[in-house]
């Protein structure tokens, strides 16, 4: 397969910053054994740069990509200010909630808090995470208990306030992790409700992949003369990341992410989609095909969507298929690869989704796949990174004759109705030599062009199904799961 590859950038990241150790912040021992336990010396350029001015007290709009650490970046200077406060009374009042930390969405605030968990492990400091779609009842028993460091998604946050199970009132620092995804998804007037039952005095951090108008406008409500730390370009994409742009056909799409899957040899990848049905379809043609795939997706449940995750971490599932909203956040140490099955409507969301590659450093291969359709899509993303791709063809891919017929039908059009997609067979210039032996194949008739996996119900994954059998209602009886599994059980376990 030739590889047409463009890069953003010739040099690789610089994972850590080599001159400096967390030790040269003053941070206590019990912090420092805390990152020793996780391997970590160095800290990345947004720590080395956030770290200090957090601990000075200052308020910080951080610009920071994916990946870069930036969790870690205001978590750590954050235990260092409460441990103060850090005391093993029983009492609940002598644990109130001390830093808020929102996050846009459950998988990042579980994320967030199992950061802050192992940051916190030898302090007395006490950490919790609060977010919808699971119940509501140990969250409550734990926010009773007290908790210093409250790790939250905005809706379920004010559950909380409202059923009097949180009380905000001694809260000294907030953090808004992803502001531009939080606004995005519509919590600006959540974010007002609570920013409103904050005390007026206190730290504010805002971070954001991305710096929108609309983003600079929230921080100046709320950010007291912020210092502003930039490590990386705003609205770029990450440096060490491969960036790779396949002119396909829209109706040979899933053949060919299955084409790049085993091409590749590829054993964990994000593949993403526009829509949850899009995400679904596409997983179960994945399955098909032999592949180990999952979808996730705002119509899982919290705990198949946790799931699935999990399965993927251990290499139960090799292929995560996901929407923008169900993958923000995610993090997946040392992920090789992210393909964008559809390119995203929003050209922030492309900066987001391959931020899922390339973390902390290591390199990453992002694969898109566009159609003639998609190109304003596509002009859209290079004027946000300020990069033109090489447009590529998929050498070696053959579409199988069913598909290849559909689109020369044209009735292949996706769910959206849309019906302009590049149904321009042979006569396209860019087809592949591949793809127009298969258009010239032979034809099929009209019932056998339908590919009967798209015509099935839904069938969620064992892994989801042994999770769902998990909530069932009390008194509900639950098959014994399979002994392989056992570990998704009970919530996210450590990974
Ligand atoms: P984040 O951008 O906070 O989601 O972090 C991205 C990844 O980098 C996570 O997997 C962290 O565990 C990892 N990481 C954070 N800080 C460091 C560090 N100083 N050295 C090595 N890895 C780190």
Not at 426 to 432: C, D, E, L, P
Request: hydrophobic fraction near 40%; include cysteine.
């Amino acid at each position: 397969m030739s590889d047409i590859q463009s890069e953003i950038q010739a040099d690789p990241a610089v994972p850590t910053t080599p001159s400096v150790r967390f030790a040269d912040f003053g941070l206590s021992p019990d912090i420092l054994r805390a990152l020793s336990d996780q391997g970590y010396v160095h800290p990345t350029p947004i720590q080395a740069e956030a770290i200090p001015v957090v601990l000075q007290g200052r308020d910080v709009m951080g610009a920071a990509q994916t990946g870069t650490g930036k969790t870690a970046g205001f978590s750590l200077p954050i235990i260092q200010l409460l441990l103060a406060h850090a005391n093993t009374s029983a009492s609940p009042a002598r644990h109130p909630v001390r830093a808020l930390i929102l996050t846009p969405t459950r998988e990042l605030a579980d994320q967030v808090a199992e950061n802050v968990r192992a940051y916190c492990r030898h302090t007395a400091l006490r950490s919790t995470v609060v977010f919808g779609g699971v119940d509501i009842a140990p969250q409550t028993a734990a926010l009773r208990s007290g908790i210093e460091i409250v790790i939250a998604t905005p809706g379920r946050l004010l559950d909380h306030v409202q059923q009097k199970t949180l009380n905000l009132s001694q809260t000294q620092i907030l953090v808004m992790d992803e502001a531009d995804r939080m606004l995005d998804m519509g919590f600006l007037p959540d974010l007002q409700r609570i920013i409103n039952l904050l005390p007026k005095e206190r730290q504010n951090l805002m971070f954001s992949a991305t710096f929108s108008g609309e983003i600079k406008k929230l921080a100046a409500t709320f950010l007291k003369n912020p210092v502003t730390i930039e490590v990386a370009r705003s609205n770029a994409t990450a440096d060490n990341v491969t960036q790779t742009m396949y002119h396909v056909n829209e109706q040979t799409k899933a053949e060919a992410v299955s084409y790049i899957i085993r091409e590749r040899n590829l054993k964990q990848v994000i593949v993403f989609s526009n829509t949850k049905i899009g995400a679904s379809k596409l997983s179960r043609h994945l399955e098909s095909e032999g592949v180990k795939a999952s979808a996730i997706h705002g119509d899982k449940t919290q705990n198949e969507r946790m799931a699935a995750l999990e399965a993927f971490k251990q290499g139960e599932i090799e292929v995560l298929v996901a929407t923008d909203v169900a993958a923000r956040g995610l993090d997946i140490a040392e992920l090789p690869c992210v393909i964008n099955f559809d390119l995203p409507y929003n050209a922030e969301d492309y900066v987001h989704r391959i931020g899922r590659t390339g973390r902390a450093g290591a390199s990453g291969d992002a694969i898109s796949l566009y159609a003639d359709k998609d190109e304003r899509l596509l002009v859209d993303i290079e004027k946000m990174i300020k990069h033109k791709f090489v447009r590529a063809e998929l050498t070696g891919f053959v579409a199988k004759p069913a598909s290849a017929e559909r689109e020369r039908s044209g009735r292949g059009a996706d769910a959206r109705g849309d019906r302009s997609s590049d149904g321009r067979g042979a006569a396209s210039g860019r087809s592949t030599q591949h793809t127009r032996s298969a258009y010239t194949s032979t034809p099929t008739t009209r019932k056998e062009k339908i590919d009967p996996w798209f015509l099935k119900p839904y069938e969620p994954t064992l892994a989801a199904d042994v999770t769902a059998s998990s909530v069932a209602p009390a008194g509900v009886a639950i098959k014994p799961p399979k002994v392989k599994l056992a570990a998704l059980l009970g919530g996210l376990p450590k990974r």
